[in-house]
């Protein structure tokens, strides 16, 4: 199949690979050997995907994993919420392509979810020294063509979902425009117009959450977002505030 090249903003300095072991730790890789801000890695295949927690994520074929270098000058609190933003330009960049009644929601802090299945997963990570973040990546995964299993979750992909449109190299562009016109905005006003378009697409009052936190599970029904980005579950010991920060990964994959 031959695919042309994405026509992205010029902010970006794209760099293209065949396979790798993942865009993520690609991208690590660049970001410690001192690579510019807004180098954009996308892998056409990986070997070795990686999701949260470091667990394996099945990349399948044809979708898209791609990963973002940022060298912020906020702190590694305020970077974590750019997971949520990065939810958001991911879901906006799908409806691109999706069909009127395609329901797309959000599954704190960093999945994306299509008619019920997991369609997308961002993950944080990066350097941090002291409180100053000396790079971080923003990775993103898609099923745009496959749906392989990902940790036991029901998954989903735009062409199995039925899209007619399912062009990872559309979905590329439309990602990196929403996400250059997200950060500005964030950075400008802050995290609270991403939570509101947050709040839109994800959890409702009362709403079962179970989030893995290390080798720790934490459940409970969805009380609120605090204006950080950060919620409050309730459940049998009480109400229990569970932070963005605690699914940043500080070390960068050798």
Known sequence: MIETKPSIPSVYDLVILETADSSRAHAERLAAAGADEGTLIWAKSQRRGIGRNGQ????????????????????????????????????????????????????????????????????????????????????????????PDSEGLKASSLRGEGFQSHDRVLLLEAYTREFLSWINRWSEEGVGPVTKEWLFRGHQYRDPVSLKIGDDVISGSFEKMHSDGSIELANAPGIEKVGLIDFFTAEFSE
């Open 56 to 147: 394996y994520w099945m990349s399948g074929n044809r979708n898209l994993h791609c990963s973002i270098i940022l060298r912020p000058e906020e702190d590694l609190d305020t970077c974590c919420q750019l997971s949520l933003l990065a939810s958001i330009c991911t879901a906006l960049a799908i409806s691109r392509q999706a069909e009127p009644l395609e329901e797309l929601r959000y599954r704190w802090p960093n999945d994306v979810l299509l008619n019920q299945g997991k369609v997308a997963g961002i993950t944080l990570s990066g350097k941090v020294t002291g409180p100053q973040v000396d790079w971080l990546v923003v990775a993103l995964n898609v099923n745009v063509y496959d749906e």
